[in-house]
């Protein structure tokens, strides 16, 4: 219900702010800027859609040999522990807890690719748990919030962009980006447990956030002893070695399984194809909306009062 409104005032304030630009400035290039952002906008979100389509199929068809092969089922089981902590309202040994956990895991070797279209099926499977379909529920909140703090242990995308435009040190954004996104999960972990009434102060919750608080610092010391060359080297092969190492694991142990891992693999990928059909109506929306606002001159007035108040 609130995403409606917010989605009207795009569209009501966007034609609000174009007319008084008309009336009392004159400006006759605002009503097709506006209409313009809608068609460009529209074609920006097809594009976005398209270009996961790939990707969705390929990690959906890996994700559903994971699950027919057992692998998603051993996670859920070895985090139930934790997650049962963070997601009580879970079943315990849920798939979608295997899910979670891979797209954290994606998230935190700063693999977009692989990170979307495992979180996409995560919510999924969290919306068929849901009993309120129009309403978010306690674990899609956490999900959401651990999801967007985005704790990257390597930022390897991010390292390899700057690299590509000539940044002098692409590297020198490692530390800071792993300090932030620790500090940003480990609040949004606080937060939203206070918010939901999770019970932090257990034996299992202080062994895993303390050993993550470990983990971060062993990374800092360890590649703060290195140069950068050899840093870009060591995070970029470690990244693509774990990547290979989840997608070959998953075959073998579907493999073992004795199941059909081409047909599996296709099964998925389809389910990969539909997905990124069923979000365009979505991006559209959203972009659409956001492109009215900000080519009406709304969002520069909100931006530049925000400025204002600021200085």
């Given at each position: ?28 290039e605002?009503?097709?800027a ?78 977009d ?35 967007t ?20 040190n ?28 999770i019970n ?69 990928a389809k ?23 900000r080519?009406s ?15």
């Open positions: 219900m609130v995403l409606n409104y917010i989605w009207m005032a795009f569209f009501v304030i966007a034609f609000a702010v174009a007319a008084v630009r008309l009336v009392f400035i004159g400006d006759l605002v009503f097709p506006m209409m313009d952002s809608t068609f460009a906008s529209s074609k920006t979100a097809f594009e976005i859609s398209l270009g996961l389509t790939g990707v969705l199929s390929l990690w959906l068809g890996i994700m559903k040999i994971g699950e027919r092969g057992g692998v998603v089922a051993a996670l859920a089981r070895i985090l139930s522990p934790v997650f049962v902590r963070l997601f009580p309202d879970i079943p315990k040994g849920h798939p979608v807890t295997g899910s979670i956990f891979m797209n954290i895991a994606a998230n935190m070797l700063n693999l690719n692989a990170a979307t279209p495992l979180g996409l099926k995560a919510m999924e499977q969290l919306q068929e748990l849901n009993p309120k379909k129009d309403t978010a529920t306690n674990p899609m909140i956490m999900f959401l919030v651990l999801n703090s985005g704790l990257t242990l390597i930022p390897v995308s991010i390292m390899v962009y700057r690299a590509q435009m000539d940044a002098a692409p590297t020198d954004v490692f530390i800071p980006l792993l300090l932030a996104t620790f500090f940003s999960t480990l609040t949004g972990i606080v937060v939203t447990s206070l918010y939901q009434r932090l102060i257990n034996r299992t919750m202080i062994l895993a956030l303390g050993g993550m608080c470990a983990v971060v610092a062993a990374i800092v010391w360890g590649f703060g002893r290195m140069d950068k060359v050899m840093m870009d080297t060591v995070s970029v092969s470690v990244a693509n070695i774990l990547l290979m190492t989840v997608i070959t694991g998953f075959i073998i142990a579907g493999v073992r399984k004795r199941i059909n891992v081409y047909d599996t693999f296709i099964e998925g389910d990969g194809f539909s997905t990124a059909v069923r979000i365009i109506p979505y991006l559209v929306a959203m972009l659409v909306g956001v492109g009215v606002f080519a001159g709304a969002m520069d007035i909100i931006t530049g009062a925000v400025r204002m108040a600021v200085e």
